[in-house]
């Protein structure tokens, strides 16, 4: 009896804290979204937050700005990630040098990160000055507008690529490492290219570690707002500055509560959609 209720047990502190911190926010938060004024001043179950949200004239470009970023970061930093975690497989001497340098962005902020783009991107920016040394610009130019919606969104993914990749790096790094090279020894006895290994023999088996870093990664982007509001301000507005907007300018706290559901429901589809898609034969059972 006791070594079956033991797993139960162990995993109680955990499961306890998890409650306390994630659901007791989310009920407390869909009561905040679901709940307004009643004609007699009393609040009652309502969707009149919910309809303020979906009527906000930024709602519509905040969802697209932030559907737009996740479907495009996310891929190309898992590609890019995917390519610098196989090509640091092969290096032989300073290996743990390279990681270290390619890991540097992991100890840079969110708001930082935006800081240092800002600088090269702003009108006396270090991109300016170049340009026009070089004679191609007469004077500096304003790549940061509303007038530029294109160039500030390539500035915000180039941002999240240089700051972000290094996460999902870090996580297919130590997947490969499990990876004994045995299997692909032996696939290459048998003639198998390296894209055959790769594809078949590597793809498979780091399967946890992509799930694990593309559920992360997409999490975090959904919630991105200190780079965008670095960069493009409210030129730019995404779902998770629209909630700060709502709570710390316009004091609402309801619409913003509605904007934060908006955000965590998103968050949780990708989640199920990608433990789902890449889940592995064991957990398929």
Known sequence: MRSRTLPYLLIAPASLLLAVLFLWPLVQTAFLAFRAPGPLGVDVWSLAHVRRMVSDFDFHTALFNTLGLVVVVVPLQFILALTMASMLRHIRAGRSLVLWIWSIPLGISDLAAGLVWLAILSERGYLNTVLHAVGIISGPRSWLTYETPGVLFAAIVATELWRATAIVLVILVAGLDMIPREYAEAAEVFGATPWQRFRRITLPLLRPSIQTALI???????????????????????????????????????????????????????????LRLLRSPEQAR
């Open 216 to 274: 992360l990664r997409t999490v975090l982007a959904f919630e991105m707002f200190a780079t965008v509001i670095a960069i493009g301000g409210r030129n730019f507005p995404v779902l998770a500055s629209k909630a700060y907007n709502w709570q710390y300018f316009d004091q609402n706290t309801g619409v913003a509560a509605a904007y934060a559901l908006v955000i965590m429901g998103a968050a949780i589809g990708a989640t199920l959609v990608y």
